[in-house]
Nanobody
């Protein structure tokens, strides 16, 4: 069983930055991929970024490439999402998820989810 808790969301102007954190409980944290998804009002949940169990491999949605960086600290059971050059279209609830040892983009494949943190980017 893994429990996840996101933090770091907030209101920021376009062009600004935020750093999201996701703290995990459970001894299996370091075995799993960690993934960030987001969901905007009226839209489906979409993949943002993923990091392998060791932290050595990262995957990004096209919308995140070059602006977002995912990382993890297995000693702290925490995964981060550094978001730079934020745009109004990045406004969404951001969720971290885990539960797989191999990467897939589909939200339905992940068993464990946090409660989400709101990111609002004003123009």
């Amino acid at each position: 069983q893994v429990q996840l808790a996101e933090s770091g969301g907030g209101l920021v102007q376009a062009g600004g930055s935020l750093r999201l954190s996701c703290a995990a409980s459970g001894r299996t944290f370091s075995s799993y991929f960690m993934v960030w998804f987001r969901q905007a009002p009226g839209k489906e949940r979409e993949f943002v970024a993923a990091v392998s169990s060791s932290g050595g491999n990262q995957y990004y949605a096209d919308s995140a490439k070059g602006r977002f960086t995912i990382s993890r600290d297995n000693a702290k059971n925490t995964v981060y999402l550094q978001m730079n050059s934020l745009r109004p279209e990045d406004t969404a609830i951001y969720y971290c998820a885990t539960g797989r040892t191999a990467f897939v983009r589909s939200a339905g494949e992940y068993a464990y989810w946090g409660q989400g943190t709101q990111v609002t980017v004003s123009s």
